[in-house]
């Protein structure tokens, strides 16, 4: 089955400094995976999205991740975060059988100290 | 967001009573999806359709239904609510990535 670890709840950083957001997940095979940001109240918007080829993946708003196979990860790094970014990212899975079930992770919450 | 109208945008209701919650969409996409989403649980996966009379369930169906009788619209229902299910439900279609409905408030007292 699918599923999705996002073992920080809670992160904090700095205006300026770097940012990784840590997930993991397990699947049968290599799924689509993808990272969304929610601002508050807002709905969720759509970071950037993994499905073939190139392991390191250009997202908006300066954001990248990379595709570890080996370890089934999938973190979200900046490498210089903005006060605008504090919000709550969502990494996701879907399954590549043709459903397209997708699997959300409980989220991490980022607060950008001034 | 790619058209996806939920209604109603909030309810309140009572222990016990059947609610049904709709989504629709104007953007003609084959796969819909509803979640619910709770502090601390992230968005969870309901139930989801990959076609018209095509669904199945996600990690959280006990207690819900769906119907999907036309491309359009896709029908949450919840059987006989309880506290438990009290959230904010989102609809969601997928073309190359997910489009999200503005949500439903659900409170069920």
């Known amino acids: 089955a699918q599923s999705v670890t996002q073992p920080d709840i809670h992160i904090t950083v700095s205006e300026g400094a770097s940012l990784e957001l840590r997930c993991n997940y397990s699947?049968?095979?290599?799924?689509?995976l993808f990272w969304y940001v929610q601002s508050p109240g807002q709905g969720l918007q759509l970071l950037l999205k993994y499905f073939s080829g190139d392991t390191l993946v250009q997202g908006i708003k300066g954001f990248e991740a990379e595709f570890k196979r080996s370890q089934s990860s999938f973190n979200l790094r900046k490498p210089s975060v903005h006060w605008s970014d504090a919000a709550e990212y969502f990494c996701?899975?879907?399954?590549?059988?043709?459903?397209?079930?997708?699997?959300f992770g409980t989220g991490t919450r980022l607060k950008v100290l001034a | 967001d790619a058209g996806i109208t939920q209604s109603p945008r909030h309810k309140v209701t009572e222990t016990g009573t059947p609610v049904t919650l709709r989504c629709h969409q104007t953007e003609n996409h084959r796969y819909m999806y509803w979640y619910r989403q709770d502090p601390g649980h992230g968005l969870r996966l309901i139930h989801y359709s990959y076609g018209v009379k095509d669904t199945d369930k996600g990690e959280v169906s006990d207690g819900y239904s769906v119907s999907r009788s036309k491309t359009e619209d896709f029908l949450l229902t919840l059987e006989s609510a309880t506290s438990s299910q009290t959230s904010v439900y989102f609809c969601?279609?997928?073309?190359?990535?997910?489009?999200f409905g503005s949500g439903t408030q659900l409170s069920v007292l």
């Open positions: 699947y049968g095979a290599t799924p689509y």
């Open positions: 996701a899975v879907a399954s590549t059988s043709g459903t397209y079930k997708y699997i």
């Open positions: 969601a279609t997928r073309d190359e990535k997910l489009f």
